[in-house]
C-alpha cells in the first residue's frame, strides 16, 4: 500500500510470520510496525490515517506512523427476524 512517502507491506523476514513493515521513500529505511510471533498479519488496508489488518481471529489497527496496534471491535447485526418463544 503507498501512502504519502511511504510504502507498506507484509513480510515474514523475522519470525518467520507475516508482519507489517514501513518502507520510507524518501530515506530508504525499513521499519517493522508489527513484531507477531504466532499468527500472521492478513488482509491489510490502508484507510485515512490508519492501517487495519487481520491479526488472529480479530480486525486490528495501527495508525500509519507505527504506533501501537489497537483491537478493533466488529459488530455484525442479523437480519434475521427475532421468533416469539411458543406459549404453552
Not at 14 to 35: C, F, P
Not at 65 to 78: F, H, L, Q
Request: glycine content about 6%; hydrophobic content about 25%; proline content about 5%.
Amino acid at each position: 500500500m503507498w501512502e504519502g512517502d511511504a510504502i507498506y507491506f507484509t513480510s515474514d523476514r523475522e519470525h518467520g510470520t507475516l508482519n507489517l513493515y514501513r518502507y520510507d521513500v524518501q530515506t530508504g529505511k525499513t521499519t517493522a510496525l508489527t513484531s507477531y510471533k504466532d499468527y500472521d498479519v492478513k488482509y491489510p488496508s490502508s484507510g485515512p490515517g490508519a492501517i487495519v489488518y487481520q491479526y488472529a481471529r480479530r480486525c486490528t489497527c495501527s495508525t500509519s506512523r507505527g504506533s501501537a496496534s489497537k483491537k478493533v471491535d466488529v459488530e455484525i447485526p442479523t437480519d434475521r427476524r427475532a421468533h416469539a418463544a411458543p406459549n404453552r
